[in-house]
């Protein structure tokens, strides 16, 4: 059967280089969540960035960007994002130019929603302009909160593969959080969380390893 093959294939990257390479990640991640609010607001900016556009491109973006992120208006932010080559440079620019009022309190709206995690993503879905369910699963994990399926179409090609769930036309949010219930319990056979679960994913699909 498909869905045991992937677990197998699963159950052999957690004996492999690949699961210290997982787990060195995710403790990088939880020290990020631990870090100040600007740290935390600059891997926010990171994930506003990702969006239809290549993480590895993105990550290189924002070494370069830095404290930009924090304390450039609307101008110098489309200005840097046009110099470095980025595919959206005005869009996401308002994007984490809008942010901004949110730099200096992030750890606490964190800390005010974190005793659910379904509220917690909400609230950054619903305040943070140019945050889908993906996106915000994606900075929710990358601080070191596990509890998300960080769903794009690499990720659901793999879920097709193994029959666990058909490729959709779009991912809306309704759709999001349908393959997110799919996958949970299978995260629980394999005794990962969800954030976790999806680096073994993307490894199977793309061979490598990086936020």
């Given amino acids: 059967m498909p869905k045991i093959e992937l677990i197998n ?15 060195n990640r995710i403790n990088e991640f939880k020290k990020i969540g631990k870090s100040s609010d600007n740290t935390i607001f600059k891997e926010l900016c990171f ?3 990702t969006a239809n556009y290549d993480a590895k491109k993105a990550m290189k973006i924002q ?11 609307l101008g110098l932010l489309k ?17 984490i130019y809008l942010a901004q009022k949110y730099k200096n309190n992030i750890k606490q709206i964190i800390d005010d929603n974190k005793s659910n995690s379904s509220n917690l993503r909400k609230w950054f879905v619903n305040n943070i302009k140019g945050l889908g369910f993906k996106e915000a699963s994606h900075f929710l994990r990358n601080i070191g909160y596990l509890d998300y399926a960080i769903l794009d ?14 490729r ?19 995260a629980n056979k394999l005794n990962l969380p969800l954030g976790e679960l999806d680096f073994y994913l993307w490894y199977l699909e793309v061979g490598e390893i990086y936020k």
């Fill in 9 to 23: 294939k699963i159950n052999d990257l957690q004996k492999s280089d690949v699961k210290t390479t997982i787990t």
């Fill in 47 to 49: 994930c506003l960035l």
């Fill in 63 to 73: 070494q370069e960007m830095n404290d930009i992120f924090l304390t450039a208006d």
């Fill in 79 to 95: 200005k840097n994002l046009k110099s470095l080559g980025y595919r959206f440079p005005n869009v996401r620019a308002e994007y």
């Fill in 153 to 166: 179409f690499h990720i659901i090609d793999v879920l097709e593969k193994y029959d666990i769930f058909s």
């Fill in 168 to 186: 959709p036309k779009t991912l809306s949010p309704k759709k999001y959080l349908e393959i997110e219930a799919v996958l949970k319990p299978f």
